[in-house]
């Protein structure tokens, strides 16, 4: 009985738990239900709201519509920037500017040092030189061109029948000697029988009668030299077709002939030579705009700003007035010695004589105004001065911002000096509708 009593106790017990736990759990998705009920309608409040604050947005534009001027907030800036880029590459010599400096068109930024380019200069003055004295000595010769190849010919053709005729004068020469020794050899021998008798008869000396046999014996030799020089000559006629010095008399010839016909001056010559001095000057042109160009000057007035903290810089590079090269600091202009080539952007300028206050005009009020409608350019950094202004231009698409609020960009430009303003200050324009400043 007792254990039957524990047993009843335990399952009363489980079941009061899971009729507890079913309970919480109601309980739980009851309150989830009424918290997500909550939050429905919180966000339908809110979204009521939201469309109650757009009609009270538009109804309070419709309500403003068509009365007073329009006033929108904006900034100065410059109507034109411009990337300042070295035409040569060199390193740096001197900076001779500051950021945020107000320079002139024209006024030197930096200088470049320009040794190798003023070497270069040296190098093409010397062949321009060169060029000079070649056109003149073509054109001194031009006139007589013709007489002058002709002459050369002549002297080519000269020359050549001068070596034929001294290789005939050789033989010839060499027939004569033959001929001469056979002469001389026929009265040694004679000499030498007359020297015998007279030797027989004790009339000379026997010293005398052998001094005439020597000279036989000499004179038998150089007949022999000579007829073996004369006939190695024949020999080699014979057998070369041409003696090695009419082979080379020939050869001479014709290089002579092609060498005239190469130095025979023509109008092609004289249109080459006259090319060749008109492309010398035009490097020694471009060689003295590269020594011009190591002083890198400003193109228009304006405030230097280093390109490496520009922000018109991606617009200029955008806009495919510059390249993609490295945006320089000031830093590392100074550097000693920074190589820099027209790939590099030093700085840039933004212009001062056109400035202007870009502003966004809400739809509503862009028909109310047209280009060249008169503003009054007021800001804190010039509260005493306002600046006088005018539409320049109305973007003619628009800009959506938000759900009700769409604009279109305007540009107000500045009419006057700057005085206290400055470039980049936050500027309120008052578009004078219909009336004058």
Not at 350 to 363: F, S
Not at 427 to 435: D, K
């Amino acid at each position: 009985m007792r254990l039957y009593g524990r047993v009843s106790q335990v399952k009363v017990a489980r079941y009061t738990v899971l009729l507890l736990l079913g309970v919480s759990l109601g309980v739980g998705a009851l309150g989830y239900w009424f918290s997500a009920r909550r939050t429905i309608s919180d966000l339908k409040e809110q979204l009521t709201q939201a469309k109650g604050s757009q009609k009270n947005l538009l109804e309070q534009k419709l309500a403003n519509v068509r009365t007073g001027d329009v006033r929108v907030q904006g900034k100065i800036e410059a109507a034109e920037a411009v990337a300042v880029s070295p035409r040569v590459e060199a390193p740096i010599a001197r900076v001779l500017v500051q950021e945020g400096q107000t320079v002139q068109a024209g006024e030197v930024l930096i200088e470049l040092a320009d040794t190798g380019l003023r070497a270069a200069l040296e190098e093409q003055t010397s062949v321009m030189h060169l060029a000079s004295r070649c056109l003149a000595d073509v054109e001194r010769r031009y006139p007589d061109r013709e007489t002058l190849y002709r002459e050369a010919v002549e002297d080519v053709e000269l020359t050549y029948r001068n070596a034929v005729a001294a290789f005939e004068k050789a033989l010839a020469d060499s027939e004569r000697d033959i001929a001469k020794y056979a002469v001389e050899l026929q009265s040694k021998r004679l000499e030498v029988k007359r020297m015998h008798e007279l030797a027989a008869e004790a009339l000379v000396s026997q010293t005398d009668s052998e001094k005439a046999e020597l000279d036989l014996k000499r004179a038998e030799f150089e007949a022999e030299a000579v007829k073996a020089l004369h006939a190695d000559l024949r020999r080699k006629v014979a057998a070369d077709g041409e003696y090695v010095r009419l082979r080379q008399a020939e050869l001479d010839r014709q290089q002579g002939l092609q060498r005239a016909e190469e130095e025979r001056i023509t109008d092609a010559d004289l249109a080459g030579a006259r090319a060749a001095l008109q492309e010398a000057q035009l490097l020694v042109d471009l060689a003295k705009q590269n020594i011009e160009a190591a002083q890198v000057r400003a193109s228009i007035k304006g405030v230097v700003t280093a390109a490496s903290r520009s922000p018109r810089l991606k617009t200029l590079i955008g806009s495919s007035q510059t390249g993609t090269g490295r945006a320089l600091s000031f830093e590392e202009l100074r550097e000693v010695g920074k190589q820099v080539s027209p790939r590099d952007i030093l700085f840039v300028i933004e212009g001062l004589d056109a400035v202007v206050v870009k502003i966004q005009v809400d739809e509503i009020d862009i028909n109310r105004i047209k280009v060249g409608d008169p503003a009054r350019i007021t800001g804190m950094g010039f509260a005493d001065k306002p600046l006088k202004g005018e539409v320049s231009n109305i973007s003619p698409k628009a800009t959506y911002v938000a759900e009700g609020i769409t604009t279109f960009e305007t540009t107000v430009k500045v009419i006057e000096e700057l005085g206290r303003a400055r470039l980049g200050m936050s500027a309120e324009a008052a578009i004078l509708v219909g009336g004058a400043q």
